[in-house]
């Protein structure tokens, strides 16, 4: 079983940037395919982005796509999330989640683990 805890979240003007961090524990990293998801008040969780376990495969929602990056060290046992020129509707809680290796689900049900959630915040 693996333990996830996001951290990075804040409170950022529309156009700048954060780098979210996904740290594990209790397993090792590299047996798991990752997600981010995000939720904003009154909504579905949605899918933002995925990265294989090698790291050499990921996907991206749509509006995120050019934007947002996806990186993972599997040696430090972290996955990341880079979002560049964010948007008010960018806000929501953030939330990293594992799954066994395999595909990229954008189906937030297909995943086993969940952290906790790091909020963020975009102002106009």
């Known amino acids: 079983q693996v333990q996830l805890v996001e951290s990075g979240g804040g409170l950022v003007q529309a156009g700048g940037s954060l780098r979210l961090s996904c740290a594990a524990s209790?397993?090792?990293?590299?047996?798991?395919?990752m997600g981010w998801f995000r939720q904003a008040p009154g909504k579905e969780r949605e899918f933002v982005g995925g990265?294989?376990?090698?790291?050499?495969?990921?996907l991206y929602e749509d509006s995120v796509k050019g934007r947002f990056t996806i990186s993972r060290d599997n040696a430090k046992n972290t996955v990341y999330l880079q979002m560049n020129s964010l948007k008010p509707e960018d806000t929501a809680v953030y939330y990293c989640?594992?799954?066994?290796?395999?595909?990229?689900?954008?189906?937030?049900?297909?995943?086993?683990?969940w952290g906790q959630g790091t909020p963020v915040t975009v102002s106009s």
């Open positions: 209790g397993r090792t990293l590299s047996s798991y395919t």
């Open positions: 989640a594992a799954r066994g290796r395999g595909g990229i689900y954008y189906n937030h049900r297909m995943y086993d683990y």
């Open positions: 990265i294989s376990w090698s790291g050499g495969t990921t």
